[in-house]
């Protein structure tokens, strides 16, 4: 290289020319340049590619990244989104199924359902079912709680537990208002009384106190009359009752005490006329004349009159009695004599019914029994103070007494054994025992014999009259 102003051959490194001092300016060859500046250009060029190379490659895994997580995001969602189909379409199924639970009144089921949803998300629709359901559930149970209340009471009414069986009618009633067992907590409080009562009548018969006893009886008849007790039920009682009477009757006999055994037998005919035991005991015993007398022979007008005067009382069929008959039985017995021999004094209220005054039935009861009558409605009868109520019947056979034997006892009683007969009025009332026999072979489809009978009677003086009045009838 050389000076531009003289010449001077340079060195690489001279910054001016050392012979004439100019500042050494050096030009570039073009070749130079041109090699420089390729190589300038392919360096950037180099560059660039690696700069486009690197920007692709962080581009690409930019968009991995992106394209990663976008991923994770839509499967998260994806899965999160199945989970939630799955689980509401399980809920809903839930809802389904307590559904057809509250059919078929399985509501703690479906309350279970219920609650099991609303674990699961809030629901108002869901919350009312719920409610619905409990309501529900809570009857379902106390029906339920109530029925068996009300069965296990019967049960022990059947066995005799009045008490409890109360004691469980009246929970029935904290579930569940019911007149019916209303009544039956009143029918076994009846029956418990009767029971109580029926015990301690046995307490009285066992120390021979036979009055109160047939006092006692006589209350349980009122406490009975007009009160819808189960037959069934009283029926038990009074078999109990009866069968420990005979045991006490047991005990008289093992002492020979035929006035204890008179006494009870007729206490087990007040509760029960008909009780086959009692009647077929005293029939074989005779009680109502251990001995008898001496056997009368009845002419024409004495035949008729005892006739009559038993016929009195087969015509009403009334009950069997030892000593003293029931109230009841009197004023059915007197209000019946009078409609049958006395209808005059009927007042004719209708074609089907009339009155009778009471003073009339206080005459008969006097008259047959020689006894005072406390007036009451009875079983057959009603009664407004005054006058009971009659209802007319016609056409009915009515039995008349026919007298077999006849015996003085000595001390102004009879005993008098006889038969019903119905004979629709072939037979006066002066028949004797040789013509009831012809009559029945004359007329074998037109009299019948009724039940043997046997009664007890005596004389007393009524209106001036020296009449018969009974003092006791069996059914032989």
Known sequence: MTCKQCNQLLKEDDKFCKKCGTKVTREVDNNENAIGENNITKASVNRDDNNTKIFK?????????????????IVTAMFFSIRYYRNDKYYAGLIE???????NAQYQEAIDLYKNYLDYKEDPEVVEKLSQAKELEAERVASEQYTFNITEANQLVESGQYIDAIRLYEQALDYKYDDSINNKIIEAQMLQEISETYNII?????????EEAISLINQIVTITKGNDISNNFKNVLDENFINQSLELVDNYLEVEDYSGVLNVLEVILTVDPYESRAVDLISELDLMSLELGEQMSLDQEAQREINIFLSNFTEVFFPDYIETPLTENLINFAVRHQHINNSNAIKSSSESDGSLHKDRVAWSVDRFFGLNVSHQRTDQYDFDGTYYKVLFA?????????????????????????????????????????????????????????DAKKAVVTRHYFNGENAYKLLAYTTL
Request: net charge negative; hydrophobic share 40%; aromatic share 12%.
């Open 202 to 210: 046995i307490r009285y018969m066992q120390k021979g106190n036979f």
């Open 394 to 450: 016609n056409g009915e056979p009515l039995p008349m007494a026919v007298v077999q034997e006849m015996y003085d006892n000595g001390d102004n009683t009879y005993t008098v054994y006889f038969n019903e007969v119905f004979s629709h009025d072939l037979l006066d009332y002066r028949v004797t025992p040789a013509d009831l026999e012809k009559a029945l072979e004359q007329n074998p489809e037109r009299i019948w014999m009724g």
């Open 57 to 73: 490659t962080n581009n690409k895994k930019k968009v991995a990244i992106i394209s990663s997580i976008t991923a994770v995001v």
């Open 97 to 103: 199924e307590a559904s057809t639970f509250m059919t």
